[in-house]
């Protein structure tokens, strides 16, 4: 068996449901064995949209060839670390651009960017999914001309849609040796779902309940994402700090993990947060493996896995924004200040 190298993290969690471990990704990646992740999910920085930390380690602080460099090489990493035939998924945006650092005022395809990325590294691009937003929500947040009824009036060649969210997944290639197989049998996200009463047995392919869940989930476009149920996250946040945490919404992770693990697999993320995923995998019954670079979040990543229903209701977490968001969008992306005014 090929010798791992003993890497130190700085802090660390172990527990038999999961591992989360601070330091840097890149270094921590490579004490994990080959072929032996199962699954994983991740919010990788958007390059420069939001500056995590002063470190350069942390992704958000390269830009350009240097991003691409510092990420393709976890990307390739992951590769070795996952089952052959097992699924990674990403979440993505599309990015602003402003007329100040690009010249004019427009999107950039970095969606595109990444699946040509993972492709480089060897993965097969596999499914990809769009979750809707609000694009009132959107102006409220980003104060976006693009996204002013003022502008259409005005001159509605500035004018565009809201930027969506999306979930790329990829797949390694080689035969899944462990089928991720079973029915679904819960259904997250708006409303109540399919009526359980339809259901028939885990195995059977006409359990009506399932084939309801799998409909929606096989959607192209998931319009049914509870967009605020998230993990509590502000006091993770310094007064002067320049991060905006991206907490990922739980029902997308949740839904990820039911279609792309089976219960006990090992589920894991480069990049941690405050915990979502892994806290997700844990209340999925799979194992959570997770590293993260900021102290702070490491810490409050510690206290939510140690929480046994870590989630906020939409209308706690509103007035907790407003309360504390003098400069942080909750998730939306278009970051305040990055779009420059038209006129
Ligand atoms: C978009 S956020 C992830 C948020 C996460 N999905 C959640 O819901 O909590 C990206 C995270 O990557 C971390 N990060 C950036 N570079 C890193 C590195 N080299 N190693 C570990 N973590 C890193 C940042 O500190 C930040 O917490």
Redesign the pocket.
């Known amino acids: 068996m090929k010798k791992l190298p003993v890497i130190k993290a700085v802090d660390q969690d172990v527990t038999d449901r999961y591992a989360i471990y601070q ?4 270094e ?1 990646i490579r004490g994990i064995p080959d072929d032996s992740v199962h699954f994983g999910i ?5 390059e420069g949209l ?1 500056k ?2 002063g ?1 350069d ?5 390269s830009e350009g060839v240097t991003f691409w460099r ?1 990420y393709q090489f ?1 990307i390739s990493e992951m590769l070795r670390i996952t089952m052959p035939g097992r699924v990674q998924a990403v ?1 993505v945006m599309q990015l602003p651009t402003s007329k100040r650092r690009d010249g004019f005022i427009g999107m950039r395809d970095f969606r595109g960017e990444v699946i040509r990325a993972w492709q480089d590294a060897g993965w097969q691009f596999h499914s990809e999914v769009c979750i809707w937003k609000d694009a009132v929500v959107a102006q409220a947040r980003s104060k976006s001309h693009r996204l002013n009824h003022k502008q259409v009036v005005k001159d509605s060649t500035i004018s565009g849609q809201a930027l969506a969210d999306y979930i790329v997944a990829f797949r390694k290639p080689g035969d899944n040796p462990e089928p991720v197989s079973g029915a679904l049998k819960r259904y997250v996200g708006e409303g109540e779902g399919p009526d359980f009463a339809k259901f028939t047995t885990d195995t059977d392919s006409r359990n009506w309940f399932s084939i309801e869940v799998w409909q929606r989930y096989a959607s192209p476009v998931w319009m049914d994402i509870r967009q605020t149920r ?2 509590q ?1 502000l006091t993770a946040r310094d007064a002067n700090d320049e ?1 905006h ?4 919404q739980l029902d997308v ?1 949740e839904r990820c993990i039911d279609l792309w693990s089976n219960p006990g697999d090992i589920v894991f ?9 892994v806290w997700a995998a844990v209340q999925s019954g799979r194992r959570g493996l997770g ?4 102290d702070k ?1 490491f810490r409050q ?1 510690r206290i939510n896995m140690t929480r046994e229903t870590a989630e906020v209701t939409a209308d706690a977490l509103a007035s907790l924004a407003q309360e504390a968001a003098t400069d942080a969008p909750l998730h939306d992306g278009e970051a305040i200040g990055e779009l420059e005014p038209v006129s």
Do not use: V
């Open positions: 330091g840097d990704s890149c921590l991740h919010s990788p920085p958007f939001y995590f930390s470190s380690r942390d992704l958000s602080n510092h976890l979440h998230t993990l996250y991060a945490i991206s907490p990922l992770i993320t480069p990049f941690l947060g405050i915990g979502s995923e590293f993260e670079l900021k979040y990543a």
